[in-house]
């Protein structure tokens, strides 16, 4: 691992992992960086990745292929197209850890060569080939719970038992990972919430996250404006923060280490007041 991925898998304090979109459809942020060409525009791209660090991200989460409910799966070609000249821009410019969402074995591959420090896949590396890639890679890996594909994950949702279905699902991926060779210690839980997940099924599950930070393996968390917060607050995407804030404060209390997020400011004014509290 380099000196970025020690640095970024020290969890004495919660980290704040910005999303960093390079989609023409993601729910909160596509076609941000797009001007009407295949590939994002990297200026864009870089001036926005210089905002988020003066805001306080601790890790740049890049996206290639939009996870939002009922999103369309993108070819490998074309995600490593919107990608790999991302990620290989902010690692020749940026001293910052860059994660790449992708559940693509090619893309791994392609990523962890252009300088990448963490491979998060939402589908927990079950795409033939992925695992073997994240293990080549030398990685620190995180591996999310998702009932079904994007297209149809919220389409009548159905669990025995939420907490322990996820708890389940999540320790079997974690060793499928060890009997390729990839240690717990680079391993990263996330819960996954919003995916194939009602709002009962999200509110069960969000205080059950202690139970999940007890298996022993730093926990992520991704609520920022999510349809879960709308539907708490009967809001739109656009005003989501406030909610997505306070829900990321209360996974942190619950031993979260990393939020993934929108609204990179207003976390990290609001995590330095809850440090300040407890200590």
């Given at each position: ?180 060779g990839i240690p717990r210690s680079r391993i990263i839980l996330d819960p ?33 404006r999510k349809s879960l917060v709308g539907a708490i607050l009967d809001k ?44």
């Open positions: 691992m380099t000196d970025l991925t020690h640095s970024f898998m020290d969890f004495s304090l919660p980290k704040i992992m910005a999303v960093l979109n390079v989609t023409p459809d993601s729910f909160s942020d596509g076609g941000t960086f797009y001007t009407g060409n295949r590939q994002p525009d990297l200026s864009r791209v870089l001036n926005r990745v210089e905002a988020m660090l003066s805001e306080g991200a601790h890790l740049i989460d890049v996206g290639g292929e939009s996870t939002r409910p009922g999103a369309e799966p993108v070819t490998s070609e074309e995600e490593l197209a919107r990608v790999l000249p991302v990620v290989e821009a902010i690692a020749s410019r940026f001293d910052v850890p860059v994660s790449v969402d992708t559940s693509t074995p090619s893309v791994i591959g392609e990523v962890a060569r252009a300088g990448a420090s963490m491979i998060n896949d939402v589908r927990a590396l079950r795409r033939p080939g992925a695992l073997a890639a994240a293990a080549a890679s030398g990685l620190p890996v995180c591996l999310m719970h998702m009932l079904g594909e994007p297209r149809q994950m919220q389409l009548n949702p159905g669990y025995v038992d939420i907490t322990a279905d996820v708890k389940a699902f999540l320790l079997e991926r974690v060793a499928a990972c060890e009997a390729v996954g919430f919003g995916f194939g997940k009602t709002l009962q099924h999200n509110m069960v599950l969000f205080r059950s996250l202690p139970e999940l930070v007890g298996l022993g393996f730093p926990v992520l968390a991704g609520v920022s739109p995407v656009e005003e989501r923060m406030v909610g997505s804030v306070a829900l990321g404060m209360m996974a942190v209390q619950r031993g979260v280490k990393i939020l993934r997020v929108h609204d990179i400011s207003a976390t990290a004014d609001a995590l330095k007041i809850l440090q300040a509290v407890e200590g």
